[in-house]
């Protein structure tokens, strides 16, 4: 019998199922989230709407051990990562109760210890400095782990990315720089951002791997980011991946891309949304009928709506607490 794609990557039907399951709940959460920023429950928002199949296979592909370097798009890492709903809810809510800055930081930096999710910042290309740095620290400790750090198109255009590059490649660093390039920094397009064919293509000019990868492709993505991590493992250094996405959506809630996108672009957009794509394959595969597709939407509102729930009733951070949990002895 022939095997089905995810077989021939290791992955069982379980496994298969799980990661499309954390697709269409980050889009579920997303969507939610959403809502509440417009009822005034959530200051902020900046969806990964279009990015779910390639931070799902990517996160998936690591192992407990590995590190994650994260920005500010990336819900579905943490929720593949293992991340409550509840946490994210009451982070997203800024409430005490969110683990990962008690409600101070703002939503999706996310930071979990447990998780090995470094704790995210803002400030755009810094996120290549981390990921080398927690990665020579596993060299030079020398433990048998990888960080991969998220970033975006316009994050390649900050010296910080040179300078990581740069130091990983001549180090031979266990790092995968994982470039979400969705084709958009707030209102700057791709073409007024590098003139290069692709972004991967520097990376030869760094002296480390680098390839070009249909991010709207699950599995194309996580076989992407396990050859890297095994590069990784084995002392052949970083690799630079360029997953090609679409950002369905504005660059946060409080962006509206259509004053400066046509409305042809936006639509146009929509055929490569990574979720309808899954699901055919789900569906091709014998994983998914139509039965099946309503449990998990259920299951998937239950969920929401219990997270909810338990961040409405959490309480908010006392002003007398602004100082306490900045430092990490505290
Ligand atoms: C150093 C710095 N400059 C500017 C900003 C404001 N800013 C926030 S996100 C963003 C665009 C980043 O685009 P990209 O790296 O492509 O990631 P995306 O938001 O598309 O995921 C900018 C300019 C910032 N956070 N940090």
Not at 108 to 129: D, K, M, N, R
Request: with cysteine.
């Amino acid at each position: 019998m022939s095997l089905n794609k995810h077989q021939e990557l290791g992955l069982n039907d379980e496994d298969m199922a799980e990661m499309w399951y954390k697709m269409r709940l980050t889009r579920a959460v997303e969507e939610r989230i959403g809502q509440l920023n417009r009822q005034g429950h959530v200051l902020i928002t900046g969806t990964g709407r279009g990015h779910e199949a390639a931070q799902i296979g990517s996160v998936y592909a690591l192992s407990p051990a590995d590190w994650i370097a994260l920005a500010y798009r990336e819900q579905a890492v943490a929720i593949g990562r293992g991340m409550p709903l509840r946490d994210i809810f009451a982070f997203a809510m800024h409430r005490d109760t969110d683990p990962n800055s008690r409600g101070r930081q703002l939503p999706g930096h996310y930071s979990s210890p447990a998780l090995h999710i470094l704790s995210a910042s803002s400030p755009v290309g810094t996120q290549f400095l981390h990921g080398v740095g927690s990665a020579w620290a596993s060299y030079y400790e020398d433990r048998r782990e990888a960080t991969i750090t998220y970033v975006g198109d316009g994050a390649t255009s900050t010296g910080d990315a040179h300078a990581a590059l740069n130091i990983a490649a001549v180090h031979k660093l266990p790092v995968i720089f994982f470039c979400q390039n969705n084709g958009w920094a707030i209102s700057v397009p791709n073409r007024l951002q590098f003139a290069a064919e692709s972004l991967a293509a520097r990376a030869a000019a760094y002296g480390m791997a680098g390839e070009v990868v249909d991010g709207a492709d699950l599995l194309a993505v996580y076989a992407a980011t396990k050859r890297a991590l095994a590069r990784a493992y084995d002392g052949g250094g970083p690799t630079f991946i360029e997953a090609r996405i679409r950002r369905l959506g504005s660059h946060t809630s409080e962006d509206d891309q259509r004053r400066y996108r046509s409305a042809e672009d936006i639509a146009a957009d929509l055929a490569y949304d990574p979720l309808p794509k899954a699901e055919a394959y789900m569906r091709e595969a014998g994983l998914l009928d139509d039965s099946l597709n309503q449990q998990i939407t259920d299951r998937i509102t239950a969920e929401i709506d219990d997270a909810q729930q338990y961040a409405m009733a959490s309480p908010t951070p006392k002003p007398e607490d602004v100082l306490t949990h900045i430092y990490s002895h505290e």
